[in-house]
């Protein structure tokens, strides 16, 4: 299986709600690497940072052990 078939594979295994949670990680992350200079993001990036860690790694573990739907 090359690398490509593997990540169909996991990717078709992944549920709505999982896709959410990596919109929601993209935005955060967005927000603290392409706004840093805005003051709130300034203020607030310990929370940002926190949250992008823990849905980052949420999404992680959900790529990995997520099991496929049966055809």
């Known amino acids: 299986m090359n ?3 593997w ?7 992944l549920t709505v709600w999982d896709t959410g949670v990596l919109k929601l990680y993209c935005v955060m992350f967005g927000a ?3 706004a840093y ?5 300034q203020r607030n990036v310990s929370w940002f940072v926190a949250g992008v860690l823990l849905l980052g790694g ?3 573990y959900r ?3 997520a099991q496929p ?3």
Request: glycine share 8%; proline share 0%.
């Open 7 to 13: 990540a169909h594979s996991r990717s078709r295994a």
């Open 69 to 71: 739907e049966q055809d």
């Open 3 to 5: 690398a490509i078939q």
């Open 37 to 41: 200079a805005s003051s709130f993001v």
């Open 32 to 34: 603290v690497v392409g």
């Open 63 to 65: 790529w990995f052990t």
């Open 58 to 60: 949420y999404y992680g």
